[in-house]
Nanobody
């Protein structure tokens, strides 16, 4: 059974960088078949796909590409999200997930972590 767990600060100040880590157990992020994704849900809004990493390739939502970076640490079986220059509009529950292709068909999800952007 694959499990994903998000971790990181719950409060970030405007203009700073949001950094989250997803730790994967029960499977390896080096597996060629899957895309390891970040998705968020702002309050009162729907899910928004942010990006994914697959082996050494990364994929980003066009609307967030200029501020987003996804990387991985294979020694720890983790992948990370960095979102630069955050504003209160980046307040959301952030999820990591395993997907069959970029932007969709997520079969395993983390429980989500609330991140609030506020001074």
């Amino acid at each position: 059974q694959v499990q994903l767990q998000e971790s990181g600060p719950g409060l970030v100040k405007p203009s700073q960088t949001l950094s989250l880590t997803c730790t994967v157990s029960g499977g390896f992020i080096t597996t060629n078949y899957y895309y390891w994704s970040w998705i968020r849900q702002p309050p009162g809004k729907g899910l928004e796909w942010m990006g994914a990493i697959h082996t050494l390739s990364t994929y980003y939502s066009p609307s967030l590409k200029s501020r987003t970076s996804i990387s991985r640490d294979t020694s720890k079986n983790q992948f990370t999200l960095q979102l630069n220059s955050v504003t209160p509009e980046d307040t959301a529950v952030y999820y990591c997930a395993r997907a069959l292709f970029p932007g969709g068909c997520n079969d395993y999800w983390g429980q989500g972590t609330q991140v609030t952007v506020s001074s």
